[in-house]
């Protein structure tokens, strides 16, 4: 089945320590996003990256990062000056550029948890 | 005026009643408005999108309304069901659905 996965569904970290969510889809998708959930403040877009090798910030870029080695693959790693890491965090991807009303696909997200 | 507003917060709507809700937008360069169904700690999905060129779409109970003067767009839920209760996003993306703006959401409860 063609799909996005994550893992893992649940992540602690310790405060000061970096951690890495995995993030890899099968659909042949050229653009993938990372989103933050909060409670009541729908979905904020982090990073995203249209092509390999390209990523850019969205809008609450500090304290992550990203890479876009692969095109399948498009792991965030949140970094200990992101102050406040606790949240639901999604990926997602759309078929890319140059096509007509892209569906967005979700994966099943991870939750992070500071302790 | 990237932003995507939608109300309400929370709705409770009886089995078999109409849930409605509405989202607003200032963008006038959006063109592509999906509405995304999550249930809890799962990943959203698309139930169902619309582009500018068409005021109102349907697909079996669900039905967008959308009005491009005054910049809103509405989600129709028709014989609501308990199953339907999960939390709704409107969304809004420019350039044929690259980034895409939310809506904080709606939490639909469906009472039996």
């Known amino acids: 089945d063609g799909g996005i996965t994550q893992s893992p569904k649940y992540l602690f970290r310790k405060e000061g320590q970096n951690v890495t969510l995995s993030c890899e889809q099968n659909l042949n998708h050229d653009a993938m996003y990372w989103y933050r959930q909060d409670p009541g403040q729908g979905l904020r877009l982090i990073y995203y990256?249209?092509?390999?090798?390209?990523?850019q910030k969205g809008d609450i870029a500090e304290g992550y990062s990203v890479s876009r080695e692969k095109k399948e693959s498009f792991p965030l790693t949140v970094t200990s000056a992101q102050k406040n890491p606790t949240a639901f965090y999604l990926c997602?991807?759309?078929?890319?550029?140059?096509?007509?009303?892209?569906?967005?696909?979700f994966g099943p997200g991870t939750r992070l948890t500071v302790l | 005026q990237q932003q995507v507003k939608q109300s309400p917060q929370s709705l409770i709507v009886q089995k078999g009643g109409i849930s409605i809700i509405n989202c607003a937008y200032e963008n006038t360069a959006f063109d592509y408005f999906p509405w995304y169904q999550q249930f809890p700690g799962k990943g959203p999905a698309l139930l169902i999108a619309?582009?500018?060129?068409?005021s109102e779409k349907k697909e079996g109970r669900f039905t967008i309304s959308f009005n491009k003067s005054a910049k809103q767009f509405s989600l129709h839920i028709m014989d609501s069901q308990p199953g339907d209760s999960a939390t709704y996003f409107c969304a809004a993306s420019a350039n044929y659905g690259q980034n895409f703006v939310f809506g904080p959401g709606t939490r639909l409860s469906v009472l039996p």
């Open positions: 619309i582009r500018p060129d068409v």
């Open positions: 997602a991807s759309t078929t890319g550029q140059g096509r007509a009303y892209n569906e967005q696909f």
């Open positions: 990256s249209q092509i390999v090798n390209d990523f």
